[in-house]
């Protein structure tokens, strides 16, 4: 099976201030799907942003981009400009090309101080 | 609609009852999961029903009885449950890998407390 690691149980950032959070997996297929979920303290899990393995260019969703990196097997993710209502959990997820499992990693709590 | 709804938001049962879970989406999605989440912890993978098939079991005790009626609906049955498995329950769906995008839809969860 796929791992999926966060090294950072938690996190801080400034409100209008830039976090990375960081995301490493192990697999050993080309192929594959990877995403950002955040769940806020509502509890509901909320995509946030997407990347298909075999696309060289970085996702971008607004004040969320992704730093994609596949030789590494590395998957941050940048919040720019942080806002109140980015904190929650966020889990870094990996998804086969070839199945309906998703892996998921441990999870990162961010809290946004104002 | 993108929207996968379930029912009920919240459920207090004691150790000898049954009740039953639901989940609901009209997206299409031929894909749908059960996860178990604990607070500050990832989603742990329950059930996968792929076009209405068990596809994926993680040895979940029997306790647990998912069912699915048709593509759209998805339940999980419960009885005899413990006080640890008091957690939040996730449905969620996706297209099955060769669909469009690949991504999990999540429901906003059943909270569950055992007592």
Not at chain 2, 6 to 11: D, E, G, N
Not at chain 2, 72 to 82: D, E, I, K, P, R
């Amino acid at each position: 099976a796929q791992t999926v690691t966060q090294s950072q149980p938690e996190m801080s950032v400034q409100e209008a201030e830039t976090v990375t959070l960081s995301c490493t997996y192990d697999t050993s297929e080309s192929d594959y799907y990877l995403f950002w979920y955040k769940q806020p303290p509502s509890r509901q899990m909320i995509l946030v942003i997407r990347q298909e393995a075999y696309k060289q260019q970085n996702a971008t969703e607004n004040r969320f981009s992704v730093n994609f990196q596949k030789a590494a097997k590395s998957f941050s993710l940048k919040i720019s400009d942080s806002q109140l209502g980015d904190a929650a959990m966020y889990f870094c997820a990996y998804r086969s090309n070839t199945g309906n499992q998703f892996y998921f990693g441990t999870g990162t709590s961010l809290t946004v101080i104002p | 609609d993108t929207e996968v709804t379930q029912t009920p938001k919240h459920l207090v049962m004691g150790m000898t009852n049954k009740k039953s879970l639901k989940c609901e989406q009209h997206m299409g999605h031929r894909a749908m999961y059960w996860y178990k989440q604990k607070a500050k912890k990832p989603p742990e993978l329950m059930f996968v029903y792929s076009y209405e098939k068990l596809s994926i079991n993680e040895s979940v005790p029997s306790r647990f009885s998912p069912e699915c009626p048709n593509s759209s609906l998805l339940n999980l049955h419960l009885h005899a449950l413990q006080p640890e498995d008091s957690a939040l329950y996730l449905c969620a769906s996706s297209q099955p890998i060769r669909g469009v995008r690949g991504k999990l839809f999540f429901g906003s969860g059943t909270q569950l407390s055992v007592l």
